[in-house]
T-cell receptor
C-alpha cells in the first residue's frame, strides 16, 4: 500500500546550494500535505504544509510546490545548510480523515 | 514553544506483558494521535482521538490496543499483551484542528523481549 512514495532514499547537496526533495502520491482524495524533518532518536518535526487549493507555499528557506495533475509535490530548501541534514518525510491526508499517510523518507546530507 | 512530551523514552517489556505509553499533548490542541515506526520502516498511523472518543483507527489498532485521556492533560496508549512485533518507536502527536499540522513528541522506544 504505497500511496505516498519518496523514490530517492538519499540525497547529497553542497552547502549553499538548493536541495529538492520529491514526493509522489496515488490517491486523488489527498488534499492536505505536510513535510517533516526527522533526526535520529527524535520525533518528526513539522516544517511546512500545503493545501490542495494552492500550488505553492513558502516559509523562509523552505518552499513546497504541489502539482495536482501529476500527483507530485516537492520541497525546496535554499540555501541548504549542514544543519538541514536529516531524514525528510512527506505526509498526505484525505478529506474526511484524521490520519496522515507517510512516505518512506529521503535522507538529506548537506556537505560543508 | 509548546511541545508534545512522551514518557518513558524507552520501555523494555517481556512478551505478554501490558504496557502503557504516556503523552502530554500541546495544551490548546483538540485532536490526538498515536503513530508507530518499526525500525527501518515508514511512520504508520495507529489511532486518532477527539472529544473523548476514537475518531479513526487503522487495521493495526486491534483489540490489544486502547487509548485514554484520563485527565485534562495526559493521553495514553495501552497495549494489553505485548508481542515481539510490537517493538517499535511510538509517537504521540496533537493538532489544533482536524485538517492541520500534527506536532509530534520525541517518541517512546518499546522493546518487547
Amino acid at each position: 500500500d504505497q500511496q505516498v512514495k519518496q523514490n530517492s532514499p538519499s540525497l547529497s547537496v553542497q552547502e549553499g546550494r538548493i536541495s529538492i526533495l520529491n514526493c509522489d502520491y496515488t490517491n486523488s482524495m489527498f488534499d492536505y500535505f505536510l513535510w517533516y524533518k526527522k533526526y535520529p532518536a527524535e520525533g518528526p518535526t513539522f516544517l511546512i504544509s500545503i493545501s490542495s487549493i494552492k500550488d505553492k507555499n513558502e516559509d523562509g528557506r523552505f518552499t513546497v510546490f504541489l502539482n495536482k495533475s501529476a500527483k507530485h509535490l516537492s520541497l525546496h530548501i535554499v540555501p541548504s545548510q549542514p544543519g538541514d541534514s536529516a531524514v525528510y518525510f512527506c505526509a498526505a491526508s484525505a478529506s474526511g480523515t484524521y490520519k496522515y499517510i507517510f512516505g518512506t523518507g529521503t535522507r538529506l546530507k548537506v556537505l560543508a | 514553544e509548546p511541545e508534545v512530551t512522551q514518557t518513558p523514552s524507552h520501555q523494555v517489556t517481556q512478551m505478554g506483558q501490558e504496557v502503557i505509553l504516556r503523552c502530554v499533548p500541546i495544551s490548546n490542541h483538540l485532536y490526538f494521535y498515536w503513530y508507530r515506526q518499526i525500525l527501518g520502516q515508514k511512520v504508520e498511523f495507529l489511532v486518532s482521538f477527539y472529544n473523548n472518543e476514537i475518531s479513526e483507527k487503522s487495521e493495526i489498532f486491534d483489540d490489544q490496543f486502547s487509548v485514554e485521556r484520563p485527565d485534562g492533560s495526559n493521553f495514553t496508549l495501552k497495549i494489553r499483551s505485548t508481542k515481539l512485533e510490537d517493538s517499535a518507536m511510538y509517537f504521540c502527536a496533537s493538532s489544533e484542528l482536524r485538517v492541520h499540522e500534527q506536532y509530534f513528541g520525541p517518541g517512546t522506544r518499546l522493546t518487547v523481549t
